[in-house]
């Protein structure tokens, strides 16, 4: 059974010195997947269950320039999948976005992030269980957090609204990330029919954000 607790600095798997080699070109959009970006982009991590379906759900927005898979806020050093799956490393399923803020706000990338996973799961997505597929912000700025911290409290009204229980995201200031293995980048584009095990609870943002009058 797959692991529903993190575990400490201590026991967490060494790792390695050597990155992960990819492809540096996005499947979909063809731009780069590694730094640098051009100075006006933004960056932000979000992990809510199998990155699979994640990255999709960013990608087709526009004003996303790029998108990519990988692992962050665990211990092991340049982790593969196959570690992360183990639960020895610490780390969540993560999907990098880089956005140009002047063509979409965090709010927008944030609303999305909110309606396509159920938050509230802890370590798990639907039927996806392990520390790796836990509810994760990671933000890279203090305007990034203040938006996430109030758009947590926004969506926790409405959720309680209609019987869910306590949201688990975490928000944290981005740790290392750390690229996954290059057939695991735009998977679902390079696997149309692939499994996607992503799924929200129904509840509209939208909505939360209106009746808080934000």
């Known amino acids: 059974m797959a692991s529903q607790t993190l575990p400490d600095k201590n026991q967490a798997l060494p790792g390695r010195e050597a990155r992960m080699v990819i492809t540096n070109k996005h499947f979909v959009n063809g731009n780069v997947l590694q730094p640098p970006f051009y100075d006006h982009l933004q960056s ?14 960013f990608w087709q927005l526009e004003g996303v320039y790029t998108t990519a898979v990988g ?11 196959h570690e992360v799956c183990s639960g020895n490393t610490g780390h969540n399923e993560v999907v990098l976005v880089v956005y140009d803020p002047k063509k979409i706000s965090i709010e ?3 609303r999305v ?5 159920n938050p509230t799961q802890g370590m798990q997505q639907g039927n996806d269980r392990g520390t790796q597929y836990r509810s994760g912000i990671y933000v890279f700025n203090e ?3 203040q938006a996430a911290e109030a758009s947590r409290q926004f969506y926790q009204q409405l959720l309680t ?3 869910y229980g306590i949201i688990t995201t975490e928000i944290l200031d981005a740790p290392e990330f750390y690229y996954a293995e290059d057939y695991h980048q735009q998977y679902l ?6 499994y996607c095990g992503l799924g929200g609870t129904g509840v509209d943002f939208a909505q939360c954000t209106s009746d808080s009058q934000v």
């Open 71 to 81: 692992y962050a806020a665990g211990f092991t050093t340049n982790p593969t999948y």
């Open 108 to 110: 927008q990338l944030l």
């Open 44 to 57: 932000i991590l979000f992990g809510m269950g199998c990155f699979w379906g994640a990255e999709r759900k």
């Open 113 to 117: 992030f909110w309606e396509s996973h």
């Open 189 to 194: 584009a390079k696997n149309p029919n692939g």
């Open 161 to 163: 609204k209609n019987n």
């Open 143 to 145: 305007q990034q957090r």
